[in-house]
């Protein structure tokens, strides 16, 4: 049991590259977070169960909005 509190999202956008095999596509999400009066960051977004679509995960997490964060 992880302990959780609130965080806000302040980066999300689609990231491309492009190679011989074709171009691919993920999602660059970043959220703030403060424990004890200390403020962290984190670029780490768990999706459990099954595969994801970059733009998906961008719409389902814009900028300023309020998520979850087990710490």
């Known amino acids: ?5 609130t965080g806000r999202i302040v980066r999300s956008r689609v990231e ?10 993920s999602a660059d999400i970043k959220y703030v977070y403060t424990v004890d009066g200390t403020e962290h960051s984190s670029d ?3 999706i459990g169960g ?3 679509d970059a733009h998906d995960v961008v719409r389902r997490y814009p900028v300023e909005n309020s998520v979850s964060v087990s710490y």
């Open 44 to 46: 780490v977004v768990v």
């Open 16 to 25: 491309s590259s492009t190679s011989d095999d074709g171009t691919t596509y």
């Open 1 to 5: 049991d992880w302990p959780t509190t």
């Open 50 to 52: 099954h595969e994801y």
